[in-house]
């Protein structure tokens, strides 16, 4: 029996559906063709076939048009196909069509011309019959997405799911928009961790694969669009305020193949400014809120992540718990196979609870609930964080609930968690097995890069209704420890600091902060002009504040090129207002005494 050599065909469906199944017809008496022809409701989407079909040809022929150049399927076709080593002939059929990079340096054979077709065929013929020259493909586009966490647990059929929706073709798209969707703890986030790292996903997006942490109360939102250009290679000066920043990722955004991630939306207009039309990319974002995505003013397509399959959950309880006592059957049913829950309950038997005893324990709680009437169906995993909360030592505990103090969509360095801890008499070393003891039982995450820690919203808002009216308290107990304000210990205390002092109540104390010409300049010595006005968000609505935040706004970009301008460009655009406003004055006398000399100082408004 003759083997034929097997032939892969990657093009796209908008505009070389025919000429694909045109080759596939006149070689197919001496090999083995494969060119996907499935396809739904007017697109195409990223297969196990097509991956499995790639790994078993020989040799590629690749349709370069202007529908491939757009199509994040024929991208990762293209670089897999390269990576796995497989000598690949491109075929143009459009005379104006884009190379892509990583094909340049291949010898093309040129279809656009019907009336040379079978001239072209001829030599394609003698290509595959000869000695081909295999490339090598580029690295990975860069990802800056957090490793996966140490307990992941691979949910295939549903990470096909969502590397599908990611990878999906349809011809008439102008923006393309994908939500993951379900309830708190479900593991969205992580899903969508998965998918960036995902190599056939980086293959399709190679510019980039950016991950954005949104969160309930995200503030301003240039930051994440300055973090977006950054990323993807642009400067950060175009990103100074909300209109520069927005206008900026239109027009940026196009030019680019990226896949861009938003976790943890809780409100459409975080999503609509990063809407870009900008075929070659693509925004998934997760969400507890199915309406956000069927806003009208988005149209995202919707994937809805449920619960995990009971395999999945006693996998994941083995996995956590090194036990495979029969009661995790249970405790998976019990919590309703949810991933936090899970998490939870096999963190707190790794640390000394049997299965049995917990599952004890469990049912005993829940029927304390039922007295109370309660019928909510978060109940259970409400459960789970008493169960896990209650192997902490009684003075421990209230320390725990302080850790909502910080920002929740962002990692906190263990340093910052430890000087707060220290106001309330804990000392370092006793601090740092408190912290461990909190990881082992799944009640804080941790980053193993660094070692930071962060919080899942749901323990979040678990720890906010526990700590009550001590937030306010903690936020001052955190300013303390940090002390000078002039000399804070790290960039995350400068980053924060202006933030923690303004929920402790105190706004008169941020308003005098944000006029301290001090202050001003070595926060600005320590970091861009962005993130100086990012504080006077928390700032009250005061009149001289807003001068002066418009003037650093203005001033921005003279800062990001030569910070010495702090003083020069206050006092030619704050000058005309001492008068009025007695503390603007005083900034500007301080600029005056604070600045090196020789300085340009005008002494008249010479701004606008």
């Known amino acids: 029996m003759t083997m034929f050599r097997k032939l892969f065909i990657s093009y796209a469906r908008h505009d070389g559906h025919d000429l694909a199944l045109r080759l596939q017809t006149d070689l197919a008496s001496r090999y083995d063709v494969w060119l996907d022809t499935s396809e739904i409701e007017g697109g195409v989407s990223w297969s196990r076939e097509i991956e499995d079909a790639i790994n078993t040809c020989d040799d590629a022929l690749v349709l370069l048009s202007h529908g491939s150049y ?3 399927i024929c991208r990762s076709e293209q670089l897999r196909l390269l990576r796995k080593r497989k000598r690949v002939i ?11 990079l990583h094909l340049e340096s291949l010898n093309y054979r040129d279809f656009s011309v019907s009336s040379q077709y079978s001239a072209m065929l ?6 595959l019959a000869g000695v081909g020259h295999v490339i090598s493909a580029p690295e990975l586009a860069q990802t800056n997405v957090d490793p996966l966490p140490a307990d992941y647990i691979l949910r295939a059929k549903l990470l096909d799911q969502v590397r599908a929706a990611v990878l999906y073709d349809a011809t008439d798209r102008r923006v393309a928009l994908t939500a993951l969707q379900g309830m708190g703890g479900i593991g969205k986030s992580v899903l969508a961790s998965a998918i960036c790292h995902d190599e056939a996903v980086r293959d399709a997006y190679p510019d980039g694969v ?12 240039v930051p994440h669009m300055r973090l977006i250009g950054k990323l993807l290679g642009d400067s950060e000066h175009h990103y100074v305020t909300e209109t520069e920043a927005e206008s900026r990722l239109r027009t940026f955004l196009p030019t680019k193949s990226a896949l861009i991630v938003l976790d943890d939306v809780w409100d459409v207009h975080h999503v609509q400014p990063f809407v870009v ?16 995505a069927r806003d009208t003013r988005i149209g995202a397509a919707i994937l809805t992540i449920h619960e995990m399959k009971p395999l999945e959950a006693l996998h994941l309880l083995y996995q956590t718990t090194g036990n495979a006592a029969p009661e995790l059957v249970d405790i998976a049913r019990e919590v309703g196979y949810h991933p936090l829950a899970l998490s939870l309950a096999g963190g707190r038997i790794k640390n000394g609870m049997s299965p049995a005893e917990w599952l004890a324990t469990y049912h005993e709680t829940k029927r304390i609930v039922a007295r109370r009437g309660s019928k909510d169906r978060h ?14 030592e009684a003075t421990d505990r209230p320390l725990y609930h302080t850790r909502v103090i910080f920002p929740n969509d ?19 070393y006793d601090a740092v097995d408190l912290i461990t003891c909190l990881i082992d039982l799944a009640l804080v995450e ?3 890069i660094d070692h930071s820690l962060s919080l899942h919203d749901l323990l979040h808002d678990y720890n906010c209704a526990r700590l009550s009216d001590g937030v306010a308290d903690a936020h001052q107990h955190l300013v303390e420890a940090w002390g000078d304000p002039y000399l804070l210990p790290d960039p995350f205390a400068w980053t924060w600091y202006v933030y923690h002092l303004s929920e402790t109540g105190a706004a008169s104390r941020v308003h005098d902060l944000l006029l301290d010409y001090r202050w001003l300049r070595a926060k600005l010595n320590t970091f861009e002009p962005s993130a100086l006005l990012a504080d006077f968000e928390y700032a009250p609505a005061y009149e001289d504040l807003r001068l002066v935040k418009s003037a650093l706004s203005l001033s921005a970009h003279v800062l990001n090129q030569d910070k010495h301008q702090l003083a020069g460009q206050l006092t030619g655009r704050l000058l005309s207002y001492k008068h009025n406003h007695p503390l603007i004055a005083a900034l500007l006398a301080d600029a005056v005494a604070y600045t090196d000399l020789p300085a340009f100082l005008p002494t008249t408004l010479t701004l606008t």
Do not use: H
Not at 90 to 100: N, V, Y
Not at 210 to 221: M, Y
């Open 446 to 448: 941790e980053r193993p």
């Open 210 to 221: 950016i991950w954005v942490k949104i969160g309930q109360n995200p503030g301003s939102l």
């Open 379 to 392: 109940e259970n995993i409400e459960d789970c964080f008493d169960l896990s909360i209650a192997a902490l």
């Open 90 to 100: 491109p075929l143009l059929i459009q005379a104006d069509a884009e190379r892509p």
């Open 122 to 127: 001829d030599l394609v013929k003698t290509d």
């Open 70 to 72: 757009e199509s994040e």
């Open 410 to 428: 962002i990692w906190t360095p263990r340093a910052a968690v430890i000087r707060l801890w220290g106001r309330y008499g804990l000392n370092q």
């Open 277 to 292: 039309e900008a075929r070659r990319s693509r925004i998934l974002f997760t969400t507890r809120d199915a309406g956000i």
